[in-house]
């Protein structure tokens, strides 16, 4: 099985709903909106994203990749990564957060998707709180 079919049952088992996009698969936690990232090349490649957490203007570009240094120092294996987007009609940069894990074996769930997601949004308060300083 997948990373995705084996995400896809256990976000089941515990009523949360997902949706598959061309990306891979959304779903909701805690108020926040996360992105299984497909991989063809690698199906038990496990990447699991919280995009746009913040808007990087140009004024707070310099700032955004320090933070995102610190939350790439300070976190195992969760990237900060300032994504660049151009969609026809807008352009500008946001930060995502990317918790990444190469799976050898069918994983447990139970465990790894909530440790996931808590490693995330522990990423994020980091990440938030030093653009909050002064």
Same mark, same amino acid.
């Given at each position: 099985?997948?990373?995705?079919? /084996?995400?896809?049952?256990?976000?089941? #088992?515990?009523?949360?709903?997902? %949706?598959?996009?061309?990306?891979?698969? &959304?779903? !909701?936690?805690?108020?926040?909106?996360?992105?299984?990232?497909?991989?063809?090349?690698?199906?038990?490649?496990?990447?699991?994203? /919280?995009?746009?957490?913040?808007?990087? #203007?140009?004024?707070?570009?310099? %700032?955004?990749?320090?933070?995102?240094? &610190?939350? !790439?120092?300070?976190?195992?294996?969760?990237?900060?990564?300032?994504?660049?987007?151009?969609?026809?009609?807008?352009?500008?940069?946001?930060?995502?957060?990317?918790?990444?894990?190469?799976?050898?074996?069918?994983?447990?769930?139970?465990?790894?998707?909530?440790?996931?997601?808590?490693?995330?949004?522990?990423?994020?308060?980091?990440?938030?709180?030093?653009?909050?300083?002064?």
């Amino acid at each position: 099985m997948t990373v995705g079919g /084996l995400v896809s049952r256990y976000l089941k #088992s515990q009523d949360i709903v997902t %949706k598959k996009s061309d990306l891979g698969l &959304n779903f !909701n936690v805690e108020g926040w909106n996360f992105l299984l990232w497909k991989d063809a090349d690698d199906p038990m490649f496990f990447r699991l994203i /919280l995009p746009g957490v913040f808007d990087v #203007s140009d004024e707070h570009f310099a %700032k955004a990749i320090m933070a995102c240094n &610190n939350v !790439n120092w300070n976190f195992k294996v969760v990237k900060a990564v300032l994504y660049e987007y151009e969609d026809g009609k807008e352009k500008g940069a946001s930060v995502w957060l990317c918790y990444e894990q190469q799976l050898d074996t069918e994983p447990n769930m139970a465990e790894l998707l909530p440790s996931a997601v808590h490693g995330l949004l522990a990423a994020c308060d980091a990440f938030m709180k030093e653009m909050n300083e002064e």
